[in-house]
């Protein structure tokens, strides 16, 4: 399996090549050459796996260049029901995603049973095993640099945390995430944790991941990695529970299903997207966005307009306050029909400040034929429904999981099951909770008094030379 840049400006290169470096060195994200196609006889094989075997069927499609006994070790530690114990009652911890059926057809892909509450895990504790395992053979260190709005970096910091030869500089926007997601980030006293609050939103924090990443000689000499979801093996570690899901809601292999999908950096649903391109049965992608309604804007009218043509506002799904969806240059690229010029001068226009539009194109004409729907919820459509889910199902959900239901169920067909996937535990959100039913969250064993703990973090203003030279020093 050979990987290519997004803008074309790359030769080819293996996975190992890669897993370390997140953005190509043109400014590109990576994909593969071609997405390796599943048969029908694999999904009927497939359909009767554990989480750990369906995991290794499908990353050693992708991950060819690592020995399959040492990926199935990397896999066998990282998906274990000691890791992944947060269920809630009656769920298999064995089973590592869940699927609670809600009513016939409607069902919760559960995704927040990790050490930190959020789907992110799912991914980031892969990232940081093969981390390990490659930076093991190698001797080499590795800085990582990511930015968070919410969930990614407590993801990360616990992934990574006290593991050798790695380091995290985590940049999250300044007082714009909950207390619980702050709590759990700025507490942690592993010293190979640097936590930098960024004077800014999320995307201002994302710039400058991007800048730092975009100076080649910087990035070599302090070996800089990345953790966000413009990694490579943060998408593919994801497409994973894509086929679980859908092995747990249907029948037979010929059977169609639809994901709902809450939607900020088009992360989790671009490994939807990559499932379906492999072969997987979905019939609609359905991705939810909250008031920061950019990517609903661009399915709905072909109109990509991100920060510099709007603002980023606050809202209580701050995971998703966010206007520049990293991955959604790998939709464009697949949506242009591989066009690496065309996607190069697309984001030439993102990264001045300006947008593009694609509105009467062929290109925006085929987006029909990728399964993608979309739409957008507000604060009161989320109350509302994590009222409904509660008072229907006896189903606490967070409010980006509420997002994802509220577009998921304007979009749901009879006869077609809905899978909407959960992305956090709802402690994570607890104002919104009390809003919307008059009682705290559970809080799962181990996070009593988080918010209590004290905290270790560092406030800058959004200057690339300044975190540029707090990397440098730390790093010495």
């Keep these: 399996m050979r990987y290519v840049s997004t803008r074309g400006g790359t030769p080819p290169r293996t996975f190992r090549e890669i897993l370390l470096g997140g953005l190509a060195s043109d400014g590109g994200l990576t994909l593969p050459e071609r997405y390796p196609m599943v048969t029908a006889a694999q999904l009927r094989q497939w359909r009767s796996l554990a989480y750990r075997e369906l995991a290794f069927e499908i990353l050693s499609r992708f991950c060819d260049d690592i020995p399959a006994e040492d990926l199935k070790r990397i896999i066998d530690r990282t998906y274990t029901a000691q890791t992944y114990r947060n269920c809630r009652a009656g769920d298999d911890p064995g089973e590592i995603t869940p699927v609670r059926t809600l009513e016939e057809g409607l069902h919760l892909l559960e995704l927040s049973n990790g050490p930190t509450l959020a789907f992110k895990d799912m991914a980031m504790q892969l990232l940081g095993n093969l981390f390990e395992y490659v930076l093991g053979e190698t001797g080499e260190e590795l800085n990582i640099l990511g930015a968070t709005s919410g969930d990614t970096g407590s993801s990360a910091e616990y992934a990574m945390r006290g593991k050798q030869r790695i380091r995290v500089f985590m940049l999250s926007p300044y007082g714009k995430m909950s207390r619980f997601q702050t709590a759990q980030m700025f507490s942690l006293r592993e010293p190979n944790i ?283």
Aim: glycine share 8%; charged share 25%.
């Design 194 to 476: 640097f936590n930098i609050a960024i004077r800014g939103v999320f995307d201002d924090c994302q710039d400058i991941v991007k800048a730092v990443s975009n100076d080649q000689a910087f990035k070599q000499r302090h070996h800089i990695g990345t953790v966000n979801s413009i990694n490579w093996a943060r998408i593919v570690a994801q497409v994973v529970y894509y086929f679980k899901g859908y092995f747990a809601v249907t029948g037979a292999d010929d059977e169609q299903a639809s994901f709902a999908v809450p939607s900020g950096n088009f992360g989790n649903i671009c490994a939807g997207h990559v499932a379906r391109m492999m072969g997987l049965p979905i019939r609609r992608l359905i991705l939810a966005t909250n008031e920061n309604d950019v990517l609903d804007e661009f399915f709905r009218a072909g109109r990509y307009r991100p920060r510099g043509a709007r603002e980023t506002r606050q809202t209580s799904s701050p995971s998703m306050d966010i206007s520049k969806a990293s991955n959604f240059e790998r939709f464009v690229f697949d949506l242009t029909g591989r066009d690496a010029e065309k996607v190069r001068a697309l984001w030439r226009a993102v990264e001045d400040g300006g947008a593009f539009d694609l509105a009467g194109t062929p290109d925006f004409d085929r987006v029909g034929q990728f399964g993608f729907v979309s739409g957008c919820s507000t604060h009161g459509d989320r109350v509302a429904m994590i009222r409904r889910v509660w008072r229907d199902y006896r189903v606490m959900i967070d409010t980006h999981t509420a997002d994802g239901f509220k577009v998921g169920l304007d979009y749901r067909e009879p006869g077609v099951p809905l899978v909407c996937l959960e992305t956090a535990l709802p402690v994570k959100f607890d104002e919104t909770i009390r809003e919307a039913l008059g009682r705290e969250p559970e809080r799962p064993a181990g996070f009593e008094n988080l918010e209590a703990l004290p905290q270790r973090f560092e406030v800058m203003d959004a200057d690339v030379q300044a975190v540029k030279r707090f990397i440098a020093a730390h790093v010495q």
